[in-house]
């Protein structure tokens, strides 16, 4: 999981960036081994500025055509390809079968990051995956963020055979927001 989903207060600011429920239920579970890593804090420290992706995705990032920049303007592309490939050794080594992680980061995000500065006057959001969820995915890990509720309820059945599936529970790319946020943007409105 990453680290900050789990109450490690390793955010950029040195927080925990809140509390997630859907997340947290996981830890009590004595059947289930959660491995924590915060990537960011591997290679740049707590505190440390904010950063995110300028020109792609987390995929492009691997691939060399797209950068991580932090809010002002230092290049940390090195360094994340770095965390996320210590992410992947340490997912490896510890023979995880999935990873929770934090959607929005340019490291963790796992359905949507910002597209650029996110404190940029016209912060925009884009479809894809931070750099370290987009190396898990590509060496074939299975990925679902905090807020994708209904794949977090099937995790919990299999969890636990007394736990009910609520069937009114939506992943993120099903909530409203999603859906009118990406179609208007698509269709350049
Ligand atoms: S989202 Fe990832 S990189 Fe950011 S604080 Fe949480 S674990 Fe660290």
């Known amino acids: ?3 900050c989903l789990t109450g490690i207060k390793c955010g950029y600011d040195g927080s925990a960036y ?3 429920p859907s997340a947290l239920k996981l830890l009590a579970y004595d059947t289930v081994r959660i491995v924590k890593f915060c990537p960011e804090e591997f290679s740049f420290g707590t505190p440390r500025e904010m950063c995110d992706i300028h020109g792609g995705t987390g995929i492009d990032v691997i691939n060399g055509k797209a950068k991580v920049l932090t809010e002002t303007g230092v290049d940390w592309t090195h360094g994340m390809i770095t965390a996320a490939e210590k992410m992947l050794e340490i997912a490896t080594n510890e023979k995880i079968e999935m990873a929770i992680m934090m959607d929005t980061s340019a490291a963790c ?5 910002y597209d650029g500065n996110r404190f940029a006057d016209n912060k925009k959001y884009q479809i894809g995956m931070g750099v370290c969820a987009a190396l898990l995915k590509k060496n074939g890990f299975l990925i679902i963020s905090q807020r994708d509720f209904a794949s977090l309820e099937i995790l919990y059945s299999k969890i636990d055979q ?3 599936v609520d069937p009114q529970k939506i992943d993120h790319h099903e909530t ?9 943007l698509l269709s350049g409105k």
């Open 18 to 20: 809140g509390n997630y």
């Open 1 to 3: 999981m990453s680290a």
């Open 109 to 113: 995000g796992s359905q949507v990051i």
């Open 176 to 184: 409203e927001w999603y859906k009118s946020y990406f179609k208007i």
């Open 162 to 164: 007394q736990h009910k």
